[in-house]
């Protein structure tokens, strides 16, 4: 069956680093586009970054810029997010999503807190 598996979330302290992963089973990743997305307490679903299925260019919010950087690895078959200078702000349940015209996949999601 199709499933895109998440792992890497816990709590850090300000200042500190985390990366998360996905990988994919089911299906071969490097057909499809890429993205992260986190949801806050309290707060709605916001797009973190993403690398475009047309030219692989990356995009991310204005808050992480500079302190995330999103990656693949299509022989491992696995998405990445490299977060680092972690921010109270930062705290949120993070899912991947990878999609290939209508088609989505979505991570189960993992927690992350910044905690001091």
């Known amino acids: 069956q199709v499933q895109f598996v998440e792992s890497g979330g816990g709590t850090v302290q300000p200042g500190g680093s985390l990366t998360l992963s996905c990988t994919a089973s089911?299906?071969?990743?490097?057909?499809?586009?890429v993205a992260w997305f986190r949801q806050a307490p309290g707060k709605e679903r916001e797009g973190v970054s993403c690398?475009?299925?047309?030219?692989?260019?990356?995009y991310y919010t204005d808050s992480v810029k500079g302190r995330f950087t999103i990656s693949r690895d299509n022989a491992k078959n696995t998405l990445y997010l490299q977060m680092n200078s972690l921010k109270l702000g930062d705290t949120a349940v993070y899912y991947c999503r990878a999609q290939y015209r209508s088609l989505e996949v979505w991570g189960q999601g993992t927690l992350v807190t910044v905690s001091s």
């Open positions: 089911g299906f071969t990743l490097v057909d499809y586009g």
């Open positions: 690398i475009s299925s047309n030219d692989g260019a990356t």
